[in-house]
Structure formats: C-alpha cells, structure tokens
C-alpha cells in the first residue's frame, strides 16, 4: 500500500462524532478473558466514532483496569465509556471494596505495574467507594480520563 492508499489521518478527537456526546456499557462475568473482550469492545467503539488514535493508550487502561478488577474482585465486572467535551471517561465498577494499590515492583517481577502504567497513561484517574445499596450495588468505581490527544508514543 502507498501513500495515496491510505486512508486520510484523523487528529485526535476530530473524527465524526468527536464533538457528540455518548456512553456505551460492556457487563463482563467474572471470567478472565473480559480484558480482552473490553479492548476489542473498546477498539470497535473508538473506530465507529473515528476516534482511532486514541484507541492504543484507551486499551491499555481499560484493560487494566478491567484486569485488576476481575483479579481483585469474586463478582462480575462493567465497563463504561463516556465520551463529553473530547475527553473519554473509562470506569470499571467491580464488587471489591479494595482500593486499588501502587505495588513496589522490582525489574524481575511479573505483576504489579498496573497502577503505575494507568498513572503514566492517564490525564487523570480516581476511585469511588461504593456503600452497600438497597440493590445490591457495592464495591467500587475506579475511572481514568483520556484526552483527546493521547496517543501513544
């Protein structure tokens, strides 16, 4: 493929719907493939939206978090992706009441970089703890924003 074949290049945050408003939500069971479930739900949504050179660093966090929250949590697991002012809001809700945590990790180690990566990645990122509700909502809600121009390097 040459220069003339490829498809023009969207800046960050200028493809069609760039300016709409949007939220789409992914129910994950407590299986350990949701991560990559989320990622390739995630990558879809970004693409629909021309929103594609968000869609490397989005994936990251998203399946980070959405790892950590099937690792760290017995239930099932929802992802959120909301899209206002060109910035995108990923939360994960999980039944763990469990903050997530910034590990001390040596070169060797296999886990444990998670929180740093989401940290490095992120233009923010928080978490809310979520009381016991008269449905049986609990656990948390750990969310990070992307900024419209967040590619990664």
């Known amino acids: 493929m040459n220069a003339k074949d490829e498809p023009p290049r969207t800046p960050p945050g200028e493809g069609a719907g760039a300016d709409d408003e949007w939220d789409y939500s992914l129910q994950i069971p407590h299986d350990l493939r949701g991560a990559g479930i989320a990622r390739c739900t995630l990558r879809a949504v970004l693409n629909a939206y021309g929103l594609a050179p968000m869609i490397e660093v989005a994936q990251?966090?998203?399946?980070?978090?959405?790892?950590?929250?099937?690792?760290?949590s017995s239930g099932p697991v929802s992802l959120r992706l909301h899209w206002r002012e060109r910035n995108l809001r990923l939360g994960v809700w999980d039944t763990s009441?469990?903050?997530?945590?910034?590990?001390?990790?040596?070169?060797?180690?296999?886990?444990?970089?998670?929180?740093?990566?989401?940290?490095g990645?992120?233009?923010?990122?928080?978490?809310?703890?979520?009381?016991?509700?008269?449905?049986?909502?609990?656990?948390?809600?750990?969310?990070?924003?992307?900024?419209?121009?967040?590619?990664?390097?």
């Not at 233009?123 to 121009?149: M, Q, R, S």
């Open 97 to 119: 009441p469990a903050k997530p945590e910034f590990l001390s990790v040596t070169d060797e180690a296999e886990h444990g970089r998670g929180m740093w990566l989401v940290t």
């Open 60 to 72: 990251l966090v998203a399946a980070e978090l959405v790892a950590n929250a099937l690792e760290h």
């Open 121 to 153: 990645l992120a233009a923010a990122w928080g978490c809310h703890l979520l009381g016991e509700e008269p449905f049986g909502l609990a656990g948390k809600l750990v969310w990070a924003d992307i900024a419209a121009g967040s590619a990664a390097a």
